[in-house]
């Protein structure tokens, strides 16, 4: 669990951090750093899940992943939506960056 607060913390810190890059050196390490800890946002809470509740129903944990990914939905749908209208509004991607880093909080 410290794993996933930990990639999710540095995650909510790089989006609000990349609207103030300007060189493609900074560019490029927040995207490599992004990468770096986004990997673990697919794999841990499988394994949370497993070490859960693995011993005691491991049939549940399809159903689980199931409403996890039913309750990430939302904000797959809305997310792109309230960014673009965002953009639209500012003309630029720090409101959206900043809406972002809260919204993930």
């Known amino acids: 669990i410290k794993s996933l607060?930990?990639?999710m913390s540095i995650l909510v810190i790089l989006i609000l951090v990349w609207p103030h890059c300007t060189s493609s050196r900074s560019i490029l390490s927040i995207?490599?750093?992004?990468?770096?800890?986004a990997t673990t946002q697919p794999s841990?809470?499988?394994?949370?899940?497993?070490?859960?509740?693995?011993?005691?129903?491991?049939?549940?944990?399809?159903?689980?992943l199931g409403i996890l990914n039913v309750c990430k939905w939302p904000g797959y749908l809305l997310g792109p939506s309230i960014v673009g209208y965002l953009f639209e509004m500012s003309h630029n991607y720090k409101i959206a960056s900043i809406f972002t880093g809260i919204i993930m909080l």
């Not at 995207?31 to 800890?37: I, P, Q, T, V």
């Not at 499988?46 to 689980?64: K, Q, R, Y």
């Open 5 to 7: 607060q930990a990639s």
């Open 44 to 64: 841990v809470p499988l394994i949370i899940m497993a070490d859960s509740f693995g011993e005691t129903s491991p049939d549940s944990i399809l159903l689980l």
């Open 31 to 37: 995207c490599f750093l992004y990468g770096f800890a």
